[in-house]
């Protein structure tokens, strides 16, 4: 050792003789040493110095030069004011030190953690964060240092600094260190902008990337408040010909004045390890608040998620992008008025007196947008993309119109490896709340996979809500139903089709934001995102479900719509009449529902080898008015789908539930008119969504999708006709109701929605989709209606074994609110196809159960009508069945739909809807066959009815035409317990077509009563042919145990010679065979009673 070196172990010295000849580095001076290991031109890590060295060096322990932290900037010198930097650590073990006032924190050695960057300081490198040391060989990065803070008085900016870099991981092992947040920013009446995040720090070979560092918060806090322009608002005169007063009002608004405030954007994260490892996520955006009536208030955008490893690792999550929040503030508006004199004939106004002023406050607010999402990052050759940042929530308080708390945008989801790996999801769309207009953002875009992996799945939409209440305005629908009741109970017509009503009530808008769209995928696509939900007082609109992306072998599904819901009510009035000017009838309404809630259409299905499903529709559930949203097409198109996607379900609607209690009153009375009128006006309506259509495919087509149900109480979108009107006027006027079940079941002309049409397919046409349903509640028709409700009427005189049914449910205590009247929707028209044309699809039903108990509510129900078989170039699609009725009073199934056209062989006709009930039961007529070049469809059988009262099987369907034309088809059966029983007639027998014999027809269908009467069905006739005439179909068993029981007659033969059908058997006594057809002279055997009798 030189003579004069001191050399330091531990505690213990050791001094040499003489002075150095030279020195080496002393870890304690920055400035003077280096790790084995350092980033090349940054801030820390200089190459080892020889010159000027101390003579005195630590080997171990703090400050150590093989082993021990590095010291912390001002430990290292307490004197240091700026810039200042942490100590390295040891050379083989240790962490950096902490810098300060915005210097770079130290390196590490070997084996350690970087060291913090110091905190910004103003008015060094722009306050700006200090970064982060690196680590060695093993070991993290140090955090960036956090950007300085921003403030200002008065009407002054303020801007938040940025946030240092994260250090590097160990350059084997190590994640790279988070950024620094950026600084706040905060404004007394100017603007405010908070600084940007640091970002992440690189990892090495092995590891993940730092995150990035937050966006700075930003405010801008309110300074005194400044005064408006002075405006006049009104003036008037004492005289309007000789005016000698004239008096202005003006008025003063003082309001807060306030900057915009924006949040800092969040770091970007930082890359994962060259070989394997995760990028880092990317920092989430700074939240803005202000309370200024015009500014607006932003969050910033997240950060972008960093890229993953070089070989594996996925990319990192975008960051999430922050709130951005309008508070508002308080308005004082100062109001004088001026009074100015002059002569009644010429002269010049002159000011004569001024009023003490007048103050009234108020409220203002500006917009409040969230920040967008980062993007998510790729990833590295195998791995998953990085998911998208959500987007921030956007908040209001603004009672101005048109001013909104706008929800930020989702970031896109980053590319999955080109070797393996899935897309990032996109982000969801931010909530977007206002009191007046809330928009959710939009979903983030899936992000893109290559061979191996599927499309990330588009971001759901964001919310948009208010829950505003103020002044409102809504319509007042007058139906011509009820028109026509008014004036024949006031003698003169006073009812528009529509008032405008305006009061005090909800009067929020939501918006959902739009579901993003879903990644391609080189195979699979992602599935599309679902449309934001809404949520107001007044209308509330769901966002639109995505597209499901495009993918080799299967597409994407479609995202769902958004559910909508809207549940204000308002004190409304409105002018039924204006003559000259001058209302001269008003309507009035208290708590009348004005909540309309439209469901989100849904996404169609993406392409593919497999076409992807189309998404459902979203509910409306409005208690005025409730649409819901159409289901997404099937993904299909021949030239790339070979199997086309299913449509999705329509969307379920809620509307139309109340009725308002509408007083009109008014009149002229210089003419003798006056009215003052309570009227129970039903208001609303409910439209549910139909199925979306099936796609196209060069082998089959998609199947159409189910439509969906609706639950309503306007009877006007139930009943129809003059026998409504009549009711109105009976519970106006306070009559007794004189309406039973099976009245009330002959008025029904609802119409719900329709199942979606099945796809077109090279080789086999796509089903039709099922019909929707109708659930009609009595609760509020029979709360208008009261005590003037006979239950026993309403069941027309319903007898069970002797037991009044009316009187046992008015004894049990039973809540005839409870019960529902059901509808059903037809369904969808099978797709075409080449080969075979898809079938059309089935009839809703009419089945309604309590929620969460098996217990059937359906008093009445209709079940809707099967949708026709597609067609074909060889075989047609066969017809939907009808819907199943089933009630507890009356039911009639819908009936089938008709087979499809063929070249070949046609469909054959549906099947009709069965009918099950206690009262009455109708079994739905089968479809007729439909018509081809050679073999004409056979007609489908009729629907079976079984009833406690009385019941009818439907009528078979008619055959098609063709040179082999099609055969009626049968009619149902029927069974009863109390009272008549009659079955089905046969379908008729199609004609024959170039010299081809008749079809034959169809057989009646049977029919049994324990105690009542009952009558087989009719045999169909026989169609004609140019060579021999179809035989008829045969009747059927008509028997009853305590009652009559006749056999059906048989169905004529066709022309010529066709043989007639042969009679019944019954209990009682037998059907007539039916004629045979006419000869070639004209002649034809009549028929006779060929039915056996029991007797």
Known sequence: MAAGALVTIGVATAEADTAPASVICTVSDRTACAPLLGRAGSAGPQPLQIEDAPAAIRLFGPGGLLIGDGLDALARDPSCTAGCLGGNGGLLWGNGGAGAFGGAGGNAGFIGIGGAGGAGLLGYNDGRGGDGGDAGLLGAGGTGGQGAAGSATGASSATGSAGGAGGNGGRLFGDGGSGGAGGTATSEAGDAAGGAGGSGGAAGLFGRGGSGGLGGTAESTGGDPVAGERELTDQSYNSVLFPTRRFDTYETTY?????????????????????????????AGGEATTVSGVNEATGGDGGAGGVGSTLIGDGGNGGAGGTGINTGSATETVAVTETYSKPAFGGTWTLSSTSEPTTTTGFTAGAGTGGNGGEGGDAGAAGNGGAGGDGGVGDTESTTAGVAGTGGTGGDGGAGGPLAGSGGAGGEGGTGSGRLLGVGGDGGVGGAAEYVGAGGRGGAGGTGTSDGVGATTTGIEFPQDIRDVVTGLLGFDVLPSTVTATGTGGNGTGIGGAGGAGGNGRLFGGAGGTGGTADA??????????????????????????AATADGTADVQGALLRILGFDVGTVTANGIAVGTATGGAAGAGGDGLFGGRGGNGGSGDGNLTGVGGAGGAGGGDPSGVAFGGRGGNGGSATGGTTFADASLSGGVPILG?????????????????????????????????????????????????????????ELLSGEDVDLDLSQLAGLIDAEEAAGGSGGD?????????????????????????????????????LDLGGIDVGALINALGIDLGSFTIGTGGDGGTGGAGGVLGGSGGTGGGTVNLIPRLPVLTTVVGVAGDGGTGGQSDVIGGTGGRGGDGIALGISAGGDGGSGGAGESVAGRGGSGGNAIGVADSTGGNGGNGGAATESGGNGGNGGNAVSVVSGRGGNGGDGGAGTRPGRGGAGGSSVTVTDSSTGGDGGDGADGTDGSAGARGGNGGPALSVTGDSDGGDGGDGGDGTTQGGRGGSGAFGGSIGGTGTGGDGGNGGSPDGSGGSGGFGSSSGGASGNSGASDTGSSDSGSDSGSSSD
């Open 255 to 283: 309001t807060v004045a306030a900057g915009t405030a924006t949040g800092g954007t969040g770091g970007v994260g930082g890359a994962g390890g060259y070989l394997i490892g995760d990028g880092g996520n990317g920092g």
């Open 761 to 797: 397919g090279g080789l086999i046409g796509g089903a039709g989709g099922t019909g929707g349903r109708g659930v009609f509640g009595l609760a509020p028709l029979l709360e208008v209606a009261g005590d003037n409700v006979d239950l026993d009427e309403l069941l027309g005189g």
């Open 673 to 729: 008119l006056e009215f003052n009128q309570q009227v129970p006006l039903p208001v609303g309506h409910a439209t549910a969504g139909r199925g979306g259509d099936g796609g196209d495919g060069s082998v089959t087509g998609g199947a159409g999708g189910t439509a969906g149900t609706r639950d309503y109480s306007n009877p006007f979108d139930l009943l129809s006709g003059p026998a409504l009107a009549q009711l109105i006027s």
């Open 537 to 562: 007082t007044l209308t509330a609109v769901g966002g639109a479900g995505a597209a499901g992306g495009t993918g080799a072998v299967a597409g994407g599904r479609g995202g769902n719509g958004g």
